[in-house]
């Protein structure tokens, strides 16, 4: 009896794991399709469809490398792994806040504080490696996009914040 439920579930566990393949794979493919139609190239430089190309593109891959490990059996997933729910609840509510606080507090900022959240707190990273890190990760992407892409990126709304170039 035991035997058969650990089969039925280890089965359930792999279709589980299959059909998650597959929705990734197609959310890949499907941002890679819809941003072509935006434009890979302009006459300055990468179009408004070139990165999320690249990135749909790679998501697909790595649905595709994932799908081979599974089969392969070179990276099996553990279906009886149980899942640290607090864990996915820090990312979800930690996303909320960064969504809703973007507009008010500008992407340097919130970004900094989710780096430093993530780092320091959930991953227990030394508070200077994560400050360097989520300065780089936060000021640094900002400047990369608004100074060398020309992409405009949220800045703050509060006056204090937006007059000292945040």
Known sequence: MEGESTERSSV??????AAGQAVIA???????V?????GLWSAMGPGAGFFPAVLGA????????????ERAGIHRSESG????HAHVWAVVISLLVLAAA???????????????YHL???AGIGWIKSAVISLGGSVGVFYLFTSVLHVSLPVSSLLP?????L
Do not use: K
């Open 102 to 116: 973007l507009p008010f507090l500008g992407f340097q900022l919130v970004v900094f504080a989710f780096l430093m």
């Open 26 to 32: 197609m959310v890949g493919l499907y941002s890679l």
């Open 58 to 69: 790679v998501l697909a891959l790595l649905a595709f490398v994932w799908f081979v490990q």
């Open 81 to 84: 792994d149980p899942l640290d």
């Open 120 to 122: 320091g707190l959930r």
């Open 161 to 165: 914040l937006n007059m000292i170039g």
């Open 12 to 17: 359930s566990g792999r279709r589980s794991i």
């Open 34 to 38: 819809a941003s072509i139609e935006l």
